[in-house]
C-alpha cells in the first residue's frame, strides 16, 4: 500500500522537547530490533484513502477547520508501530485489515462477532467533525465517519449487571513491531486496553470510526475500526479494536498500568487538572502557531458535564 508521504512535524513542535521525551523516557525501553515482519498488507480490504460516503451530522461538528489530511496521517500515537510521531505512517502498511471480526462479549443478553463489512453495512455511518486533544498538549479537528457506540451496544443488549466496557487492540507482533520483546514500544503492557463507564460509552458523543476525512480510515489512524471519545485525551480512543467487552468492574487500561500517576482512568480534557509534568492549560492545534486555550471536556462541556456531577475531577482524573 502507497503511503502519501508529507510534511512532518517534530514532537519539539508541539510540547517542549525536554517534557515530550520525558513521556517516552518514563518507561524502561529496550533498544529497538530490526523489524521482521513482512508485508501483509491484503488486497480483499479497502485501500486506505478509498471513498466512503456519509452524511455529516451538523449538529454534532465543531465549526472549526479541519486540520490538514497530510498531518492527521502522518502525525499519529500508535505504539504498536513505533513510539515517534512517524513511524506508524511508515509502519501501518504491516496491519492487515481484513478478514477483521469484532467480538462483542461479556455481560450482554446477546453476544456478538461481527465481520467488519458486515458491521459496516449494519448500520448507518455518518459524519462527525470532532476535536481530538491529545494529553501531549496537541490538538487537531477531524471528520470522523462511524457510528455512533450505543447503536452497537442496544443490539448486544447489555445486561444489568454490565457497569464499564473494556475495549482491546489487536495483539499480533508479526503485524505491530511494537509489541515484539524488547522493542521500545513504549513499554506498554500489550495488548492496548481502554475503558469507559457505561454511560459514557452509551453517550451520543461516543463514536465507532471506520473513516475519516470522506476515506477508509488508514492503517495508522486505526483501521479498520476505532472508537472516539471527544471529550477525553486521545489515548483513550483506542485504535485497531478486536474486542468489546462489557463488565461489572472498571477495567485496567494499558496506559493506568504503565503510569497510573499520570494517566487515569477517566481522562477528560480538563485545563485545570495539570499532567504531573506539564500544564494542560493550553494546546498547540497542529497548523497553526500560537497556542489555544484548552477547554472543558474538550469544549463538549454542555453535553457530557452532566456525567460527572458530584465528582472531584482532581481526584478522577
Ligand atoms: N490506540 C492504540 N491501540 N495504540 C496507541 O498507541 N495512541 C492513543 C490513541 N489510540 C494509541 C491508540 C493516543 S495517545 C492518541 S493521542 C490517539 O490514539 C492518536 O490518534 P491519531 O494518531 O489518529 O491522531
Not at 108 to 126: G, M, S
Not at 221 to 241: D, L, Q, T
Request: aromatic share 12%; net charge positive.
Amino acid at each position: 500500500m502507497l503511503i502519501r508521504r508529507a510534511e512532518r512535524f517534530k514532537a519539539s513542535d508541539v510540547t517542549d522537547e525536554t517534557l515530550y521525551l520525558n513521556r517516552r523516557a518514563f518507561i524502561a525501553g529496550g533498544a529497538a530490533v530490526a523489524l521482521g515482519a513482512s508485508d501483509v498488507a491484503d488486497a480483499a480490504a479497502p485501500p486506505a484513502g478509498a471513498p466512503l460516503k456519509a452524511e455529516r451530522n451538523e449538529a454534532l461538528s465543531v465549526k472549526d477547520a479541519a486540520t490538514k489530511l497530510e498531518s492527521a496521517t502522518t502525525y499519529n500515537n500508535f505504539y504498536e508501530f513505533g513510539v515517534n510521531k512517524d513511524d506508524p505512517a511508515r509502519e501501518a502498511h504491516r496491519l492487515k485489515t481484513r478478514p477483521w471480526t469484532v467480538k462483542v462479549e461479556g455481560l450482554v443478553h446477546k453476544p456478538k462477532t461481527y465481520d467488519i463489512d458486515d458491521l459496516v453495512r449494519a448500520f448507518t455511518l455518518e459524519e462527525r467533525v470532532y476535536a481530538l486533544r491529545c494529553v501531549e498538549a496537541w490538538s487537531m479537528v477531524i471528520p470522523w465517519i462511524g457510528v455512533p457506540l450505543s447503536a452497537l451496544l442496544k443490539q448486544v443488549e447489555p445486561t444489568s449487571q454490565a457497569k464499564f466496557v473494556e475495549f482491546t487492540t489487536l495483539l499480533d507482533p508479526a503485524q505491530f513491531p511494537g509489541q515484539k520483546p524488547g522493542f521500545f514500544g513504549g513499554g506498554l503492557d500489550w495488548p492496548y486496553v481502554e475503558g469507559l463507564r457505561l454511560d459514557e460509552a452509551l453517550h451520543p458523543l461516543t463514536l465507532l470510526t471506520v473513516g475519516m476525512y470522506g476515506q477508509v480510515l488508514p492503517n495508522q489512524n486505526g483501521a479498520p475500526i476505532r472508537v472516539v471519545v471527544p471529550w477525553k485525551y486521545g489515548f483513550k480512543s483506542a485504535k485497531s479494536i478486536v474486542r468489546i467487552r462489557l463488565v461489572s468492574e472498571q477495567p485496567k487500561t494499558a496506559w493506568e498500568k504503565a503510569a497510573s500517576q499520570e494517566y487515569g482512568f477517566y481522562s477528560n480534557v480538563n485545563p485545570n487538572v495539570s499532567h504531573p509534568r506539564w500544564s494542560q492549560a493550553t494546546e498547540r492545534r497542529i497548523g497553526e502557531f500560537r497556542r489555544r486555550p484548552t477547554l472543558m471536556f474538550n469544549g463538549y462541556a454542555d453535553q457530557v458535564g452532566s456525567l460527572y456531577t458530584g465528582m472531584d475531577l482532581k481526584k478522577y482524573y
